[in-house]
């Protein structure tokens, strides 16, 4: 029995063109911020206000550093900076059997035993050694 396999399942679907439904909802939402704007500032204060929001939720809807949603960075900096930076570990019960002490043999065989080389022999393999 063959299934299909869903594949790039990370790319999200296309609601309105070529934007997502995370970058409309950030454009809709600049967009009620700056009517709520238009309102309440005259006009010179209303440009100015209106392309800091619009960089601010431009960069929301559509810059990735890292290959992930800005607004994802902006969490995970928020939590670096209000939580605590000390972990205590804390030790888990878990059922896991400890392994038994080797108890090191007494009898070494020979060739792991250590030599002892007199100093008579150490003049001994000089003097072969300087011989040609």
């Known amino acids: 029995m063959l299934f299909n396999v869903p594949q790039y399942i990370d790319i999200e ?3 309105v063109g070529p934007l997502t439904a995370k970058q409309l909802g950030w454009l809709g ?3 009620v911020i700056m ?6 500032l005259d006009f010179a204060a209303f440009i100015i206000a209106s392309i800091f929001v619009l960089v601010v939720f431009g960069g929301l809807a559509f810059y990735k550093p890292y290959n992930q949603p800005l607004a994802n960075l902006i969490t995970a900096g928020i939590f670096y900076i209000t939580r605590p930076k000390i972990y205590i570990w804390k030790r888990m ?5 400890t392994p038994k002490k080797v108890q090191p ?3 070494l065989p020979d060739r792991l035993a250590p030599k002892i080389i007199s100093q008579e022999k ?6 072969i050694l300087d011989k040609k």
């Open 122 to 127: 150490i003049e001994e393999i000089s003097r």
């Open 35 to 40: 009517v709520v704007m238009w309102t309440m």
């Open 105 to 107: 043999k007494k009898n």
């Open 13 to 15: 679907d296309k609601v």
């Open 29 to 31: 939402a600049a967009g």
């Open 93 to 97: 019960p878990m059922n896991i059997k």
